[in-house]
């Protein structure tokens, strides 16, 4: 029987957001996830008869949260339910999923990088039927239905989902099927890389270790680096989802994969390194020795696309997020094709891979993607460096000494403010907002700024505007600070800072970033003001 229940609206859901991003308590609320789903459902037109994938990162509240949203997909009336066993199923899975099936779209269960379990934090966002992120025209519209919303439908009564074995059964008159969550992606990823010549090279003694820090590309890794490629059981470490991510922070960078950074550091390390996030999107390579910027690893994956077969054809054009290092464009330049440069989200990414005007994209927070599916994509990036590494027979340190020899280098950091009052945040971007005009001129020690803006994106397919996408100051040389806000915090704000200077091909190479890029931090600093606005002295996390 189909039950209605009555609800408050919601009132503290930011606007134009990709999904709701809130601590588990929040979630814990009564009706508050059904108030979410419900105005996700409210504005899907084609609903009745469609299908749905439903899955998420194994964190706390996964399943109690897929037993509520399969109650209501039945109750709004979806004909069928797709849900990875176990309730798990990785982002660029999802989106795979979503893609292969046909289907109306998806729930995706997961705060991405964030901590998991009781004393964590939980996430719903909703994909649509090309597979990646809801765009600002869809998410504008849960928004405003979550406002208004004052009840929601569901179905009473039923046992609850057996998660665990797939096949189908019913729930009212709607079909549920539990899926394999790896094999259709692992399937895929076998048609777009060469694994003869990475099982090849594996043979010859290369060695790698994947840290799937607890979180959804465990199952994923033990399946595709350890059973089809053949790498030694135990290359694969922390492959065991967890509700809690074994109490780490899901996050693939050298603070929180510190462990992984020592190992590719020490005496005894292999060859190559890689982990990936929460719920699968990102990634983080390091080589014996050399930790690989994300910036550069989003350009030496440019540059050597072709050697893949999924690539061969070569790329139709690349795009990068705005705060994402200019090494990129200058790989577009050598090889002819076109260079976007989009907001921040990897919505942006979608219009621009739907017409087919690019097949490589990527960010600076370790995300990186193609045609493939519609959501960056952390294990596909390891397979891509796997099946570089074997064609090319050279070590990761060699690659990134070649590609810096070629194209020149971006010495890159992005420091990380998080936890912030929201109040001082919003002070210090409306502050400088303001003084953006009077900023050209202005000198730093050595350092003089050319221009100041507030970047604007105009999408080239549908030609939406995205304004207040972060705050760029520019110095004569090229050098660049960037200015931005971050909506993936449950509490506070995070300010994020990124800081970029180009060496020439010809110039010093191998300098230690934070002494390359010290006076331009030091100018980011005081140009915003940020210990005034928000107290702190030092970043919390820089990458």
Known sequence: MISTVSVTPFSDQKPGTSGLRKAVGVFQQPHYAETFIQSVFDVLADKAGAVLVIGGDGRFLNREVIGKAVRMAAANGFARVLIGRGGILSTPAASHVIRLNGALGGLILSASHNPGGPDGDFGIKYNIANGGPAPESVTGAIHARSLVLDRYLTLEGGADIDLETLGETRVGDMVVEIIDPVAAY?????????????????????TLSFDAMSAVTGPYAHEILERRLGFTPGSVVNGVPLEDFGGHHPDPNIVHARELYDRMMGPDAP???????????????????????????????????HLAPGYA???????????????????????????????????????????????????????????HVREKDGLWAVLLWLNILAVRGVSVDELIQEHWRRFGRNYYVRHDYEGVSSEGADALMAALRGRLA??????????????ADDFAYVDPVDGSVSEGQGLRILFEGGSRVVYRLSGTGTSGATLRVYIERYEPADGVLDADPAEALSALVEAGKAIAGIERFTGRTMPDVAT
């Open 186 to 206: 692992a399937d895929l990823m076998e048609t777009l890389f060469d694994f003869d010549a990475i099982r090849a090279h594996r043979a010859r003694g290369f």
């Open 271 to 305: 060859d190559f390194g890689a982990a990936s996030d929460g719920d699968g999107d990102r990634n983080l390579v390091i080589g014996r020795g050399r930790f690989v910027a994300p910036s550069d690893a989003l350009a030496i994956l440019a540059a050597n696309a």
């Open 313 to 371: 054809r070569g790329l139709a054009g690349v795009a990068r997020s705005m705060p994402t290092s200019a090494a990129v464009d200058r790989v577009a330049a050598a090889l002819d094709i076109p260079l976007h440069e989009t907001p921040t989200g990897w919505k942006f990414f979608g219009n621009l891979l739907d017409a087919g005007q690019v097949t490589l994209c990527g960010e600076e927070s370790a995300g990186a993607g193609s045609d």
């Open 438 to 451: 009077e900023l050209p001129g202005q000198r730093h020690g050595d350092l003089v700024i050319a221009s």
